[in-house]
């Protein structure tokens, strides 16, 4: 190992949405931001990429060099029939998004904005160094006062530092790229009849199709072929169409500690991701920005008491603003996946059901506001 040292104000590991979020508002800020990505960037990730367009309040440059489409409309079905549409609202759509797109435009206006990003580095070792961190990787050594932890589904960080849950829970999902014409490319489409104890997605892109199949209940994963073989001839495609990745969606499952001294965990690192819906980038995208500014207050902090004030305040903050809808919509996923079709009566095809779920698509409601209605149905008129 080289005995190089590099010092930072914060160290990100991870350039997704989440930590390139994180990193070019601390760079904003004036920060000495160094980014580290394991990968090399642009690179692939499994995600239907479905976000409400509402992020793009966020960040101050244009997100749409990085949207293949803008969805005007869901459309939601029990077994490719009885079809529910749902109309976005003008002001906020539902945008489609490639993640190796959205994710590298966010890194370069990290890098624009005075960040250092290092891809195809992948860390090896991140330990307390005194009231700082010390990180070992591709043989160096890299010193920061606080780092942010956004290495993904899989993080080897955020568990043994306490961040997060210590068990987190996985949906079992399998993600289908297909490239192909696209029929309907301002319609988004959810399908709860094929999946037993979870539901299908399939989402427009420039040039094709992002489909998904995800298992929110139990852990017992879905035959995705066998569903598939079903859901892609809907849609004028090969009923073996598509190459099929597993990609596990780590779900929020409670309320946990964001924080620790001197770090912050974000997006899917955290936990994030919305267990009724599988909605991941606005929670990704929030998580970063809102640590940024937890960050940024604790490195301008006079004491110890500000500054570990300041890091307490994300963990509040993100609950506040994400984690109450997921405690609703964690209740809500828990009751609709085990009776299902009586969960598409109840919950999707009641007349208020499409606005109320364009609402919480597009970021204007969350779970809170329309949950103890919708689980009490669905416990007590399932006849």
């Known amino acids: 190992m080289s005995a190089s040292a590099h010092v930072h104000d914060v160290i990100v590991i991870g350039a997704g949405a989440a930590g390139s979020a994180a990193?070019?508002?601390?760079?904003?800020?004036?920060?000495?931001?160094?980014?580290v990505e394991a990968q090399a960037l642009p690179r692939y990730k499994p995600c239907g990429g479905g976000m409400a367009a509402s992020v793009q309040k966020l960040f101050p440059f244009d997100l749409q060099p990085a949207v293949d489409q803008v969805i005007t409309q869901v459309r939601f079905t029990w077994c490719l029939e009885d079809p529910v549409i749902a109309v976005l609202p003008g002001d906020s759509p539902f945008w489609i998004v490639q993640r190796s797109k959205l994710d590298n435009h966010l890194a370069q206006q990290a890098v624009a904005a005075g960040a250092e990003l290092l891809d195809r580095t992948e860390v090896t070792a991140l330990?307390?160094?005194?009231?700082?961190?010390?990180?070992?990787?591709?043989?160096?050594?890299?010193?920061?006062?606080?780092?942010?932890?956004?290495?993904?589904?899989?993080?080897?960080?955020?568990?043994?530092?306490?961040?997060?849950?210590?068990?987190?829970?996985?949906?079992?999902?399998?993600?289908?790229?297909?490239?192909a014409e696209v029929l309907e490319p301002e319609t988004a489409r959810f399908e709860f009849g094929l999946v037993r104890h979870g539901f299908c997605w399939a989402f427009p892109r420039q040039g094709g199709y992002s489909i998904g199949v995800g298992t929110f209940v139990g852990r017992e994963a879905a035959?995705?072929?066998?569903?598939?073989?079903?859901?892609?001839?809907?849609?004028?495609?090969?009923?073996?169409?598509?190459?099929?990745?597993?990609?596990?969606?780590?779900?929020?499952?409670?309320?946990?500690?964001?924080?620790?001294?001197?770090?912050?965990?974000?997006?899917?690192?955290?936990?994030?991701?919305?267990?009724?819906?599988?909605?991941?980038?606005?929670?990704?995208?929030m998580s970063g920005v809102k640590a940024a500014e937890a960050m940024d207050r604790y490195l301008a902090a006079p004491d110890a008491q500000s500054a570990s004030a300041a890091l307490e305040g994300y963990t509040a903050t993100m609950r506040a603003n994400w984690g109450e809808s997921m405690a609703w919509g964690s209740r809500i996923a828990q009751v609709f996946y085990r009776v299902p079709k009586v969960g598409y009566q109840l919950g999707i095809k009641r007349p208020t059901a499409p606005q109320r779920i364009a609402q919480i698509l597009s970021g204007e409601m969350g779970y809170g506001d329309i949950a103890q209605r919708v689980v009490k149905r669905l416990l007590f008129q399932r006849g």
């Open 23 to 35: 990193a070019y508002h601390l760079a904003a800020r004036g920060r000495r931001v160094l980014l």
């Open 127 to 179: 330990t307390r160094d005194g009231d700082g961190w010390s990180l070992e990787a591709s043989g160096h050594v890299y010193r920061s006062r606080a780092v942010v932890i956004a290495d993904g589904s899989d993080s080897r960080f955020a568990a043994p530092l306490g961040l997060g849950p210590a068990r987190p829970r996985f949906a079992a999902a399998v993600a289908v790229d297909v490239d």
């Open 223 to 285: 035959d995705a072929d066998a569903v598939l073989a079903q859901l892609l001839p809907s849609l004028g495609l090969p009923a073996d169409a598509g190459l099929r990745r597993s990609s596990p969606l780590r779900v929020w499952d409670g309320h946990h500690p964001l924080h620790t001294a001197g770090a912050v965990v974000v997006g899917d690192a955290a936990s994030l991701c919305d267990p009724f819906l599988a909605e991941g980038l606005r929670p990704a995208l």
